[in-house]
């Protein structure tokens, strides 16, 4: 079994893999440049100056107070969250106290810290262009002592520092070693350094994050021990530690794996029949997915058929096969072939299990036989497809055996029809757990199991934790994970005459190219084991990738001298009838994403790798076939440490990994020699995922407990005790709030210099933004006074929701009347954006003009958290819970029905009040529509790439796809929301008291998401189609209120568990609902996806010009998107 034996060897990998021929290893050593030069200017003119200089840490006494004044002058900081720690970030009260100590005890006494950090001699010299500082420490011992040079490289965010307790105890002489280190520990970059204090060997030294600082002596005993020569840990007390068996565990057997609260499940114990049977629709799809078929990369020439992966030529001829004779004969061949045995279904432990149970048949020669229950596990890429040529060996009576098998072959859980976990955790003793417990609910509590690939492991599982359930166990492909079998595996190795008869030998040595092969053949082990969720999203909907995926481990899993045949020697063993079956079904149940979880499960800490698998004797029967071509084996010595009672072991010099399906008729004799010896078949389950059959199938429903008088206020406020009083605001501060700004400015310390040739591809450039904040500091604060006013323009109030005082501005005619021609609409910015993105739209809605025959009673709130709307005091204000206080205002106001238009976070908000207020919501418009977040969805996205112009007009194709590309753009500015999502208060407090990292940090959305194309520009295009006056109202209203902090908390709630769980997006509305689409938005869905969700969707309009901002880039475009949808729903 690849996926455990990979492991088994794991500490001798390296070994072996540093002992191949180059030829043989997976990624050679690239070539580098090591004088490429790295300094400011032109690299011609530079000559290295190769002396060494002291160096001195030195610095005035200016610049120490300046830093005092920095740290005396310190904003306001956002409060922690009620009842938190450190969950949101860096806590604000715990930072006061630091900050307070900072300057006044650590500042005052600078002049001994700055001696301190001179204890050690520090230098500097010139490398590659670039000035690099060390500190080196010669040992002072006498002559004759072996001295030896050591490098010691900090990281991020740490520096030299680290290693000042460190370092004496390195270079002074101990009675622990015969051995001092000379060190150097140089300030990143390095590079370089070494040769040129003319050292020739080094050793590198890198513990665990801060341990040089944190546990220097315990890190120093590790530095020597490892230093005179990684002593062995195979002494006798060691091996008494490996052998020593530990007593099987108490698991529990009824966890929940479903999906939702297992508090209120009560499990469905009925055994359903289950029918394999799929439209025509769904085959008719496929076959359009296959004959639409991307040009695929040729073969490399002169190379192995299969050397690369799968042959590209050997794929078209299967496709053509696919699609023109399999496919036509689905319904009448190969659909009913798949239902050839009774499938079923029931429930065990929140899943849907599938399975087959076939009952031995009747006759003349199995009459008074016994009948031995015999569960079958099949592994990855596998399926229950694998076992159909050998179910009626085993169930059919014959007179060579004196009983017959009655055979339950389950699919795992994740695997085809059977549905995945809900949650993290279920590794192969869990699945374990499952088998069992179907195997009770259909009636055996004691039973045989046979397995291969997972199948084999959750087998040994089976025996090792449920011995009393077991009567013997049968694999093909037995394998052990643990230390005392890799040095039995190593000792075997030196003298495998004295293990092994002589003929078996080649089956497990020698071992160099048996771990070549492993390293070969166990990438795919690695991705699905660490991101399982990305390569299954590549392959979920892309039949022919999917095919390739899996094709492949049937040629070289079978027969490794397949990588050399042009056809892949696939139909040497198999039919391709009967491997495009088993990729059927990961086809047809979108499986094989949740089918890959179960690598990331078993390969975690909590599981194989906590090696207590192989320290607990396996007493039941056991029997291992051997089959040469296998992935690997496992000598029976080793086996024989954890199989107690291994009965029979046999070889075969022909078959491979999927011998089940291979060769039937040869397994099939060793599964009746077990049985008549009291063993049997081993097995059981794995996977992780198919919860997509439910996301396809199940619509979630509107909540109807949904909390309007929910209390978001401070601690000890009266939840219902809300002020119904609408009070005028003033947007107005003191001269001396804008003075310390200009101060702030003016004093902002030296930003980094850009990289030569780059503009805003490494993030906002610094040259460009000195020229902001020269503009800000001077010219724009000194209107301050203007701008004051100007955002005064409109009317501002504040009322109290939910606890919450609440901003929000208001814009009607005074001139209109007649309530019938006043339309409310509610207006709602997102982040880094604020009130001030409306202000160029605000007076086209309100007044009078001859596009409309009404007008718009405009409110435009600040979201909570944002400008100077109230925060949240308790954690759990997501974007639904926000819908709910912006429907209260409303109500507030006087309308219990109203339009709404918002874009970003305003567009998410605005969507949920649709879903959640359905009959309320007169229209919702949206210039940032979001479709739905399920699987169907996904596959919509999917079949539209693959022929986007039989779903969207051929001018707006663009708008789309290709999809990979705008994919890749989101990833590329997607950095931001992993770090609001789950550190909003540490990134908000750098932010909330830098006002030029405020600046940066929202103005490079303003260029990047206007126009990604701005990211080639010196200047980000921002003064394209914005004012530096209107971009910096903004920025000052984030820096005003202190709201920075208060404003990203919203996607760490939004995108926390509990909310994401409860799939809000994934319930239709019926609201009237509009789209103004911009070009160059971040993410654009097509109308036949978005009316999933949008059930209404009556205008969706595409501009060639704009991006995320649009009310701010094109207020007269928007306004007229606007105008145009309430047209149609206006009645007088």
């Not at 799809?285 to 990369?297: C, F, G, I, M």
């Not at 999203?537 to 039949?543: E, H, I, K, M, T």
């Not at 090696?611 to 051997?626: D, F, H, R, S």
């Not at 890749?968 to 990134?987: C, F, N, R, V």
Request: glycine residues 8%; neutral net charge; contains cysteine.
């Amino acid at each position: 079994m690849i996926a455990i034996m990979y492991y088994q060897h794991a500490s001798l990998n390296a070994y072996h893999f540093s002992i191949l021929p180059p030829a043989k290893r997976m990624t050679k050593v690239p070539e580098l440049n090591l004088k490429q030069y790295w300094g400011p200017g032109d690299v011609k003119q530079y000559k290295e100056d190769t002396s060494i200089k002291p160096f001195k840490v030195s610095y005035d006494a200016p610049v120490i107070e300046k830093l005092r004044a920095k740290l005396n002058d310190v904003p306001t900081l956002t409060p922690p969250l009620e009842g938190v720690a450190f969950e949101y970030g860096f806590n604000t009260n715990r930072l006061k106290e630091i900050l307070k100590y900072w300057r006044t005890t650590y500042l005052g006494k600078w002049g001994e810290r700055e001696q301190f950090l001179n204890k050690f001699p520090h230098f500097k010299t010139q490398i590659q262009g670039l000035n690099i500082h060390y500190i080196h420490v010669k040992p002072k011992v006498p002559a004759g002592t072996k001295v030896l040079p050591l490098l010691l490289l900090h990281g991020w965010p740490g520096s030299v520092r680290e290693f000042y307790d460190i370092i004496p105890l390195l270079t002074s002489k101990s009675n622990d070693k015969d051995f001092v280190f000379e060190v150097i520990v140089p300030s990143l970059p390095g590079s370089h350094l070494i040769e040129r204090l003319h050292v020739q060997s080094n050793h590198f030294e890198d513990g665990g994050h801060f341990a040089a600082m944190q546990l220097p002596e315990v890190l120093y005993k590790d530095v020597v021990t490892f230093v005179a020569s990684l002593q062995n840990l195979t002494g006798y007390q060691y091996y008494r530690q490996l052998t020593s068996p530990l007593p099987v565990p108490t698991l529990r057997l009824d966890d929940y794996w479903g999906p939702g609260n297992g508090a209120t499940y009560r499990e469905d114990t009925t055994i359903r029949p289950f029918n394999i049977s799929y439209p025509e629709a769904v085959i008719q799809k496929l076959a359009h997915k296959l004959t639409d078929v991307p040009h695929l990369a040729p073969p490399l020439e002169n190379a192995g058929a299969f050397e690369y992966g799968f042959n590209g030529d050997r794929l078209q001829e299967i496709l053509k096969y696919w699609r023109e004779q399999y496919l036509p004969k689905w319904a009448t061949e190969r659909e009913p072939y798949l239902n050839r045995y009774p499938h079923f279904k029931t429930q065990i432990q929140g899943l849907d299990i599938h399975y087959i149970h076939v009952r031995p048949t009747t006759g003349e020669a199995g009459s008074g036989k016994p009948v031995l229950p015999l569960l079958l596990l099949h592994g990855w890429p596998g399926s229950v497809r694998e076992f159909y040529d050998i179910i009626p060996l085993l169930t059919e009576p014959s007179e060579d055996k004196e009983f017959t098998f009655e055979v339950i072959v389950p699919s795992l859980p994740g695997f085809g029809w059977s549905q995945g976990s809900a949650r993290e955790g279920m590794g192969g003793q869990k699945m374990a757990i499952v088998v069992k417990n179907l195997m009770e609910r259909i009636g055996h509590k004691r039973f045989f199991v046979h397995g291969g690939d997972w199948g084999a492991l959750i087998t040994d599982m089976l025996g090792t934790y449920f011995p009393e359930s077991v009567f013997g166990l049968h694999q093909s492909g037995c394998g052990v994970m643990g230390t005392l079998a890799t040095w039995k595996t190593m000792i075997a190795s030196m003298a495998p005459w004295m293990f092994l008869e002589e003929r078996y030998i080649p089956y497990y040595f020698p071992l160099k190219p048996y771990f070549s092969e492993i390293l070969l053949e166990s990438g795919y082990m690695h991705i699905q084991a660490t991101k399982p969720d990305t390569i299954g999203a590549a392959l979920v909907g892309n039949p022919i990738g999917l095919a390739a995926y899996i094709l492949e481990k049937f040629s070289t899993q079978t027969n490794r001298a397949f990588r050399t045949l042009p056809d892949g020697g696939l139909q040497r063993a198999f039919s391709l009838d009967a491997l495009l079956d088993n990729v059927m079904i990961y086809y047809l149940t979108d499986s094989i994403t949740t089918s890959q979880r179960l690598y990331a499960e078993a390969f975690s800490k909590r599981e194989l790798f906590a090696g207590e698998l192989e320290q607990i004797p396996n007493t039941v029967p056991t029997a291992c076939a051997k089959f040469k071509h296998d992935v690997l084996h496992t000598i029976d010595w080793a086996l024989e440490g954890h199989y107690k009672n291994l009965v029979q072991s046999n070889h075969f010099d022909e078959g491979g990994h999927f011998s089940v399906m291979q060769l039937p008729d040869v397994v099939y004799p060793t599964m009746g020699l077990l049985a008549r010896a009291g063993l049997v078949l081993l097995g059981i389950i794995i996977a992780y995922g198919y919860k997509l059959y439910q996301q396809l199938s199940v619509t979630p429903r509107v909540p109807s407990n949904i909390e309007f008088f929910e209390y978001w206020g401070p601690e000890g406020g009266d939840p219902y005790g809300d002020s119904l009083e609408i009070v005028p605001f003033n947007i107005s501060y003191p001269p001396e709030v804008i003075e310390r700004l200009r101060k702030q400015l003016n004093d902002g310390a030296p930003l980094t210099a850009p990289l030569e040739e780059t503009a805003f591809q490494y993030g906002f450039n610094s040259a460009r933004l000195q020229e902001i904040v020269q503009y800000w500091r001077t010219d724009y604060l000194d209107r301050w006074d203007e701008r004051e006013a100007y955002l005064n323009r409109f009317k501002h109030f504040k009322t109290k929701i939910q606890g919450l005082d609440i901003h929000f501005l208001r814009d009607k005619s005074d001139t209109v009347v007649n309530p019938k021609r006043i339309v409310p609409l509610l207006m709602l910015h997102g982040w880094p954006g604020s009130v001030r993105e409306f202000y160029d739209i605000i007076p086209q809605l309100s007044k009078r003009t001859s596009d409309k025959e009404y007008v718009f009673d405009v409110i435009v709130p600040s979201l909570p958290g944002y400008g100077w709307s109230q925060g949240s005091s308790r954690p759990g204000l997501s974007a639904s819970k926000v819908a709910v206080i912006m429907k209260n205002l409303m109500a507030r106001l006087g309308y219990k029905r109203f339009y709404i238009q918002g874009g970003d976070w305003g567009a998410i908000i605005g969507n949920l009040m649709a879903i959640l207020f359905e009959k309320d919501i007169l229209g919702v418009h949206l210039n940032m529509c979001m479709a739905s977040g399920s699987p169907l969805t996904m596959g919509k996205l999917l079949v539209s790439s693959l022929a986007p112009s039989y779903f969207i007009e051929k001018q707006y194709i663009d708008f789309y796809h290709p999809t990979w590309p705008k994919i890749a753009e989101l990833i590329l500015e997607g950095g931001y929301i992993h770090l609001q999502a789950t550190k909003p208060d540490t990134i908000g407090t750098a932010l909330q008291t830098n006002p030029i990292g405020l600046a940066a940090y929202i103005l490079e959305k303003f260029s990047t998401w206007t126009n990604p194309s701005n990211r080639d520009l010196k200047d980000g295009g921002l003064e394209q189609h914005y004012s530096l006056d209107a971009l910096l109202d903004n920025v000052m209203i984030y820096y005003l209120t202190n709201s920075i902090t208060t404003s990203q908390r919203l996607y760490a709630e939004s995108f926390s568990a509990a909310e994401l769980a409860k799939e809000y997006e994934n319930i239709p509305t019926n609201a009237p609902a509009a789209c103004a689409k911009f070009r160059h938005e971040l993410f654009q869905y097509p109308d036949w996806i978005l009316k999933e969700h949008f059930t209404n969707l009556m205008q969706s309009n595409h501009y060639n010009e704009g991006g995320h901002f649009a009310a701010m880039q094109f207020p007269d475009v928007l306004y007229k998107d606007i105008v145009q949808f309430v047209n149609r729903l206006y009645r007088r």
